[in-house]
């Protein structure tokens, strides 16, 4: 993959209450931004100094921090078919956000999953911080879905080399990665054939070798690397005109997206062209 990691991802937005007044969060181009806020580190120092809390500046610091958390990749959905339920409105101080109060219950279900991610925690629990970002809703937990996804990418292509800085991390979080891949790769492939109960063998492979997909009897192994939850899941790229893409990269000339799809049949692979996206996306 080559370009920013961001490339060809919709801008995103909310609105929450921040002192009274309706103010809007704009992800774009890989960033969240506060745009009702013009200093924003003079209020961030007027927050400390004064104890006076920014509601903006406090979702712009938890996103920080959880912009490279696994966890986000457990409790967000996992493709179209996999939407989130938010189980308990919002509290009145978080107009926007979900989860907030202490003791505040705070569940997010999956509608076509038997999972459940629920927290009955302090506002001051790291937890608790995850639950108010993902309540963000609209696209916005996607898009930290995405930043999670590119900042391990990044990682795993960094830790090819057994010696390299965070070789160790890696290998770690390698259970927690093959399970993300797993359940999203998954999701699309029941989506594309229309069985729900496929059954799908997946192996995670390195960067940078060919990907496959092939029948099993009744059901399908598939070989996808990590970065393919990147390249092709986040951006929504999983199935173009009846076909499952396996790769996909940005055309050499910048004007559009190069993927590598296969058939029902599993024919061997083919490419298919996209052009760019419209304006302002």
Known sequence: ???????????????????GQPHRLRWAAGELRALDHADLDGE???SVLAGQGFPCLEVLDLWA??????????????GPADPLAAGTPPP??????????AGQVMAFARRSVSYRAVSRVPADDPDDGLDRVIGL?????DRLAA???????GRLRGAADPASIGAGEVAAARPALHAALYGRAVSALRSWTGQRDLAVTLTMIPEGQPPRLARDGDGMVAELPFGWLADVWARGLTT?????????????????WLLSTVGPDLDPPRPVTLGSPPPGN
């Open 1 to 19: 993959m080559t370009g920013p990691w961001w490339a060809g991802l919709s801008a995103a937005e909310a609105r929450l209450d921040c002192g």
């Open 44 to 46: 961030q120092i007027l």
């Open 65 to 78: 921090r959880y912009a490279a958390d696994l966890r986000v990749l457990i409790v967000t959905s996992r």
């Open 92 to 101: 009145s101080g978080w107009t926007g956000l979900a989860g907030g109060g």
């Open 137 to 141: 809703g609209g696209l916005l937990p």
């Open 147 to 153: 930043t999670v996804i590119a900042a391990w990418a």
């Open 240 to 256: 173009c005109w009846g076909r499952f893409c396996l790769a996909a990269a940005p055309r050499p000339a910048g004007d559009g």
